[in-house]
């Protein structure tokens, strides 16, 4: 008797039966979503291929050119009828990977679409299943950027000041610190809030990105020796309250090693308040706590930052700076008009960044129609776009829909997990891996060869 251990092939649909297992490696299946918005269609599609995404090249220049990734530029994975409005098909491309048999069968199929409007865009995808419906909207950002597209910003940096982060990881913090603020424009507004086990802010309101101030900061900074206990969500609680532009992007940046108290309502306060702040977390130290980091990022559908060694905290900074600089929508919302839709992820909408278009997704009842609205704050002004529902033909191709929501809800939920082992939520990941065929830590891919 042969056993295996393999993933779920999302192109053909999965094989073999599934069967509770024990604690079996969540990282051996489909990966973990999201990274950058974009990531799920590759995750849950491409088998591991990397991220397609526009690169910020400049944005100082009053035209901020994207220059195309490494095979076209946005591409969409294996998934079709996403009508991006003002976009064109490229060529379809399958992939094929050769079966036991010898024959070669369809793996994946990956259709890029050229973005070339100057606005931002948006596009649905429905599938309709026996028992369940899965739609997935997206918004793009525009091809070409220009000043007058990027709403005003804010940032407010979260450090942890704590013990754990004495000497490597503070003196890492204090100069990526440094390179971020040190860098923003007179038009942005920013704040500084170190932590430990209270917590001290550099003014109850954000302050003009001034050489004055931008000084300030760094000086409150630079005085940091590190000491006491850490507690993240009175933190996050006091950060998110501070009065607000209603104008502006604001984006919360978490600098820490991880070592943390973090309760599972700090994960609610990011889930629920994206609309209100993008949530990126900074890992610094020789040992981070990736759990955490990571678990942050993905509550709020951000990518995890980490510096282990001195030698990368320029690079990452000003990756870092790059995917944060450019929002081209804030205060995103959304409402469906006579489209049942529910279970919907995310809790609320984050950005959309010049190098992070935003998915929504989630299941939906009876006929596909009605209308999608979608609000929000652009450079320009009021931002509003509806979506007629009918328009978009639901189609059996865009299967990949389903693991792209179930994937998503495990990952949500074991994320939660890690803060604090909870039955119900073991009993709903085991329960989503046997219903979609997924790889999770309590379910696993048993092949049996009889011959």
Request: zero cysteines; aromatic letters at 6%.
């Amino acid at each position: 008797m042969l056993v295996v251990v393999a993933g779920v092939d999302l192109g053909q649909g999965p094989e073999f039966g599934v069967r509770p297992e024990h604690e079996v490696d969540p990282g051996a299946g489909p990966p973990d979503l999201p990274r950058r918005a974009i990531a799920p269609f590759v995750h849950a599609v491409g088998r591991g291929r990397p991220p397609l995404r526009g690169h910020v090249e400049q944005v100082d220049e009053e035209v901020v050119r994207q220059r195309p990734g490494r095979a076209g530029e946005d591409a969409v994975p294996g998934l079709t009828g996403v009508g991006i409005q003002g976009a064109q098909a490229a060529d379809q491309h399958r992939a094929r990977e050769r079966a036991g048999d010898g024959s070669s069968r369809p793996l994946v199929a990956v259709e890029a679409l050229r973005v070339t409007g100057g606005k931002i865009e948006s596009g649905l995808l429905l599938y309709p299943g026996k028992d369940e419906n899965f739609f997935l909207l997206m918004l793009q950002p525009p091809k070409r950027i220009t000043k007058a597209d990027i709403p005003g910003r804010e940032y407010i940096f979260i450090v942890d000041v704590s013990g754990s982060m004495y000497g490597f990881p503070l003196d890492i913090s204090k100069k990526l610190m440094s390179n971020l603020i040190g860098n923003q424009r007179a038009t942005d507004k920013f704040n500084v809030l170190l932590f430990a086990g209270g917590s001290t802010l550099m003014a109850e309101e954000s302050l003009p990105a001034t050489q004055a101030n931008i000084q300030k900061a760094i000086n409150v900074i630079e005085q940091q020796r590190g000491g006491g206990g850490t507690e993240l969500l009175p933190a996050l609680k006091r950060a998110l309250s501070l009065k607000k532009d209603k104008d502006f992007s604001r984006t919360v940046v978490i600098v820490t090693d991880g070592y943390v108290s973090v309760e599972e309502e700090a994960f609610d306060l990011i889930r629920h308040n994206l609309g209100n702040a993008n949530m990126f977390a900074f890992g610094i130290g020789s040992s981070v706590n990736r759990h955490i980091i990571e678990g942050m990022a993905r509550v709020g559908m951000g990518e995890p930052f980490v510096i282990t060694r001195q030698d990368q905290a320029a690079g990452q900074a000003e990756s870092f700076r790059k995917m944060i600089q450019t929002p081209v929508l804030t205060q995103a919302k959304i409402s469906f008009q006579g489209f049942d839709a529910y279970d919907v992820e995310p809790l609320s909408i984050p950005d959309v960044l010049a190098e992070r278009p935003v998915l929504v997704f989630g299941k939906w009842r009876g006929k596909p129609e009605g209308k999608i609205k979608l609000t929000g704050i652009a450079g320009d002004g009021k931002y509003t776009q509806t979506i007629n529902v009918a328009d978009y033909q639901p189609a059996a191709e865009n299967a990949a829909l389903k693991y792209i929501w179930a994937r998503h809800r495990i990952t949500i939920l074991s994320d939660y997990n890690k803060l604090r082992a909870d039955d119900k939520r073991v009993q709903e990941v085991t329960n989503l891996g046997l219903t979609y065929n997924l790889l999770t830590a309590y379910t696993s891919f048993v092949a049996v060869d009889n011959e």
